[in-house]
């Protein structure tokens, strides 16, 4: 388990469906990611993280005090097939008051200083000026754009002597 400030990161488990299962459908959870996904589509996606090998890279995100589950965040392989990216959905009401920054700084800090990443990339598309101003804001650059999934995209890195 990590832990920041206010969160806690536990490793995805078998009781986080529901969980899942609120990011994907929500609308505005979704708005920059390809839309709202169904039933069968969260079964599906939920069943390859559960089987991954990679399943240690997949965290739930819970409030300390509360203990309430605010978002998902993960590490996989970039598109490139080299690369590490971090990926992130945090439910909306608990937008605009730190708990991304807070969350994706801790794990881009580990995945550079503790599982020895050589660079980590986030991928968002341009259009999400919130989340490319939030990988701005923990120290990420935008190294170039592209289209992928019909939408301009901006990919950001960092590497462990930008920390």
């Given at each position: 388990?990590?832990?920041?400030?206010?969160?806690e990161?536990?490793?995805?488990s078998?009781?986080?469906?529901?969980?899942?299962?609120?990011?994907?459908?929500?609308?505005?959870?979704r708005?920059?990611l390809?839309?709202?996904?169904n039933?069968?589509?969260?079964?599906?996606?939920?069943k390859?993280?559960?089987?991954?090998?990679?399943?240690?890279?997949?965290?739930s995100?819970?409030?300390k005090?509360?203990?309430?589950?605010?978002?998902?965040v993960?590490?996989?392989t970039?598109?490139d097939?080299v690369?590490?990216?971090?990926?992130?959905?945090?439910?909306?009401?608990?937008?605009?008051?730190?708990?991304?920054?807070?969350?994706?700084?801790?794990?881009?800090?580990?995945?550079?200083?503790?599982?020895?990443?050589?660079?980590?990339?986030?991928?968002?598309?341009?259009?999400?000026?919130?989340?490319?101003?939030?990988?701005?804001?923990?120290?990420?650059t935008?190294?170039?754009?592209?289209?992928?999934?019909?939408?301009?995209?901006?990919?950001?890195?960092?590497?462990?002597?930008?920390?």
């Open positions: 388990m990590l832990q920041t400030n206010r969160c990161l536990r490793v995805i078998g009781t986080d469906y529901v969980h899942m299962r609120k990011l994907y459908m929500n609308e505005k959870v708005e920059f390809g839309g709202i996904v039933e069968d589509g969260v079964a599906a996606r939920y390859l993280m559960m089987e991954s090998p990679n399943i240690h890279l997949h965290w995100v819970y409030t005090d509360g203990n309430e589950f605010i978002g998902l993960c590490f996989d970039y598109h097939g690369k590490m990216e971090i990926g992130y959905q945090f439910l909306p009401e608990y937008w605009g008051q730190g708990y991304a920054k807070e969350v994706i700084s801790e794990l881009v800090h580990h995945g550079l200083v503790t599982l020895h990443y050589p660079i980590i990339v986030a991928e968002t598309q341009s259009a999400n000026i919130a989340s490319c101003r939030l990988l701005e804001r923990i120290g990420m935008l190294i170039h754009t592209l289209e992928r999934f019909g939408e301009k995209q901006s990919v950001f890195a960092i590497q462990k002597e930008s920390l």
